[in-house]
């Protein structure tokens, strides 16, 4: 298992004044609630059970787990969030990135809620700050959207004759204006040149990528967002049928075919929001918990997708690669 860098922010805990279903005689309930879908997210709900179990939770034998997957279509998560509040659970793990979070940050005041987010919290309007986080909502956090500038560095260096850069944006994700910000500022700063490319849902991706050549892009940059992530097998396989090196921000995508990603990890992310869940369950306060932050970033290099792309990787990339698929 690779080592876990967070950053724990010191607090107090108090008890989180609700009659939960445990204290009613029953299995407190857990809704879930993502972006996503569940098939290419099954590896992150298996650690957000293991956080679970960590603290004593186990699917089935003394707690419930009530998901509500989006499907990529994250205007069903407001509807989604509201059913989980008239069920009345006992807390909302809202993963899958900021869109979940902030329906059912919208939804509820009272019920407690656990996110797992690739932005900054507070810039979000999630919590307060984050040792304190105040309210019924905390939850962990990890880089994701804020590291885009840092992707294209890498993206030249990569293909370092490369001029005019794509960037693949979901112009409905919260963070998209920031991200688009920072890699304009990052472009000015590398004398680039970057288009942005929309895509809003699953069917938005093959036209898509079919605009990328009229573009004359060289490379592309995959935004930071939760339609995305459900999806790096499908966008893998289309940045190879149309032979363009890309850089994306989690390792799924450079274990589908991608190139070459960077960025926190995602599973430590989902394990935290598990054992947050629990100890909510547990009497924990939200407003006591403070946001995790990871600090881990991973660089990981697809050697096959090179060869196939007719892509040279420098050593001084290899050099720091946290992981090499061969």
Do not use: C
Request: net charge neutral; glycine share 8%.
């Amino acid at each position: 298992m690779k080592r876990r860098e967070f950053i724990w922010l010191l607090g107090g805990v108090t008890a989180w004044p609700l009659v939960t279903q445990a204290q009613q005689g029953a299995m407190p309930v857990v809704g879930f609630l993502n972006t996503a879908s569940p098939e290419p997210f099954a590896d992150y709900v298996r650690a957000f059970r293991g956080g679970l179990s960590t603290m004593g939770y186990i699917e089935g034998r003394n707690v419930v787990i009530e998901y509500r997957w989006a499907d990529g279509d994250s205007l069903r998560l407001k509807e989604m969030a509201a059913d989980l509040v008239r069920r009345r659970v006992d807390v909302i793990a809202a993963t899958g990135g900021s869109p979940a979070a902030l329906e059912a940050k919208a939804a509820t005041t009272t019920i407690p809620i656990v996110f797992q987010v690739g932005a900054d919290p507070i810039k979000l309007g999630l919590v307060d700050s984050l040792n304190k986080p105040g309210g019924n909502v905390t939850g962990a956090t990890m880089m994701a959207s804020d590291l885009g500038s840092k992707r294209l560095e890498l993206l030249r260096e990569l293909v370092p004759h490369a001029t005019s850069f794509v960037a693949l944006i979901n112009p409905a994700t919260p963070t998209a204006e920031s991200q688009l910000r920072d890699l304009k500022q990052a472009a000015y700063t590398l004398d680039l040149r970057v288009r942005v490319l929309n895509a809003s849902a699953e069917a938005d991706l093959e036209p898509a990528f079919s605009n990328i050549k009229d573009l004359r892009g060289d490379a592309l940059l995959v935004g930071a967002d939760p339609l995305f992530n459900g999806l790096s097998t499908k966008i893998a396989a289309l940045t190879l049928r149309h032979q363009i090196p890309a850089i994306y921000q989690f390792r799924a995508f450079t274990a589908a075919g991608g190139l070459l990603s960077y960025g926190g990890s995602i599973t430590d992310a989902y394990y935290q929001a598990g054992v947050y869940a629990a100890r909510v369950l547990k009497g924990d306060s939200p407003a006591d918990l403070p946001v995790q932050q990871s600090t881990k970033v991973e660089l990981i290099v697809n050697l096959k997708t090179a060869k196939v792309l007719g892509v040279t990787v420098p050593l001084t990339l290899l050099g720091r690669a946290d992981e090499i698929i061969e």
